[in-house]
């Protein structure tokens, strides 16, 4: 039997008796009627548009403040201008923009530095430093990164001990650790058990860069939507349906927080080593950040690719930086190429977005320069920081992190 839903019923036993009184009625009556229905009945309301094809504009009238540069120089934390093969073993980097594009939006939108974090390990760190750091010593700083296809071989933890101490000889500042370590790198590279981010093979690499006074730019777990299953209840879905592979959900993947909490056990068991959790440790959750940041000393974040998060809480956002103002980095993210990340592209634009961000009180804009918001459907507000706090996010903090004058 088949059920007719109370509604359905109703519109059809109406349609039917205007039919049948636009059947009775004069010609000139009958035509009024049927315009009448043209517009009355509106079919096009109950029709269904596909989620990809939804584009609503915003009828906010609000004030949009254009900041074409900082208020004081940055020192972006948080870019990857060199690339590398993080887990194969090549010693080879490449890199997606010449260095003369990245100093002209670097000049425009008054940037002093640029820390390339993914500077690679060996030959690949030596060609990462040539090429940025040594012809412009005070606009690129260069970091390293593990040699992670060794790390099953025995005798790993002092090889990636010594491999800090050449990475620093060489003239590199800081040590990167890719969210590869507790979600991708197993005990035989890419098989078997995935290895720990607290295991005690890796304490001698965290203590070198204690000695050499490399602070370590860590990128822990991921969105807590990114270990949901990818279904209408899951916020980043159009994220995820584009980039399955983004999803941590089911397998052998840890949760979230017991991610979040093997990093705090390696914070802790090396209190003299400098830790920046990037993307604010854990955006989604400031309190828990908090938590961190006040039981640690040894602790600070950067905001890379979360003013999205951020921007969408913006007074507990706004109480945080109050708060925690010597201890928050800024960063982007930035990759120079492509399009299919606009909340990371290297340029003008995503700039003016977090200078935005952190300098206005602008309410309801996008946090990426794109047409459907790429991290999640909504907007973020401006923080209207004061300028004691703008100095310190800006550069402040990322100079005594990083040693410079
Ligand atoms: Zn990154």
Request: glycine content about 6%; overall charge neutral; hydrophobic content about 40%.
């Amino acid at each position: 039997m088949i059920v007719v839903p109370a509604e359905t019923h109703v519109m059809n036993r109406r349609n039917i008796l205007r039919s049948l009184a636009a059947a009775l009625a004069p010609a000139s009556l009958r035509a009024q009627t049927t315009r009448q229905s043209a517009t009355s009945n509106q079919p096009a309301a109950k029709a269904s548009l596909p989620l990809t094809e939804f584009e609503p504009k915003s009828m906010l009238h609000v004030h949009e403040t254009q900041v074409e540069r900082a208020k004081f120089p940055v020192i972006d934390f948080h870019t990857h201008i060199s690339w590398g093969d993080n887990m194969g073993g090549k010693q080879s980097v490449r890199f997606p923009a010449p260095v003369a594009d990245l100093l002209a939006v670097m000049d425009r939108r008054n940037i002093r530095t640029l820390v390339d974090l993914t500077g690679g390990y060996g030959a690949g760190l030596q060609k990462s430093i040539a090429t940025l750091h040594t012809p412009h010593p005070d606009r690129f700083i260069v970091f390293t990164e593990p040699w992670w296809s060794k790390a099953p071989e025995p005798g790993y933890p002092q090889f990636q001990a010594d491999q800090i101490a050449r990475a620093h000889e060489a003239g590199a500042k800081g040590i990167k650790v890719l969210k590869t370590l507790g979600l991708y790198l197993r005990e035989n590279v890419r098989t078997g058990k995935l290895i720990k981010i607290d295991d005690p093979r890796f304490d001698p690499m965290w203590e070198a860069a204690a000695a050499y006074n490399m602070p370590v730019a860590i990128h822990t777990s991921d969105p807590e939507a990114f270990f949901l299953p990818i279904d209408r209840f899951n916020e980043r879905y159009e994220e995820l349906n584009a980039h399955p592979d983004w999803s941590f959900y089911g397998k052998d993947f840890p949760s979230n927080r017991e991610l979040q909490e093997a990093r705090r056990r390696v914070m802790q068991r090396h209190p003299k080593t400098q830790f920046c959790c990037l993307h604010v440790a854990d955006s989604e959750d400031l309190a828990y950040t908090s938590e961190l940041l006040d039981s640690l000393p040894n602790m600070t974040v950067e905001i890379a690719a979360r003013i999205g998060e951020l921007g969408r809480q913006p007074r507990t956002a706004r109480k945080f930086f109050d708060r925690y103002q010597d201890r928050i980095l800024f960063g982007t993210d930035a990759v120079p190429h492509g399009d299919e990340f606009p909340q990371q592209v290297f340029g003008d634009k995503l700039y003016q977005i977090y200078y935005r961000f952190l300098e206005t009180e602008d309410e309801y804009f996008d946090y990426a320069p794109a047409k459907i918001p790429p991290q999640g459907r909504w907007r973020i507000y401006g923080l209207g920081l004061p300028d004691q706090i703008l100095q310190k996010v800006y550069n402040q903090n990322a100079s005594r992190l990083l040693g410079l004058s």
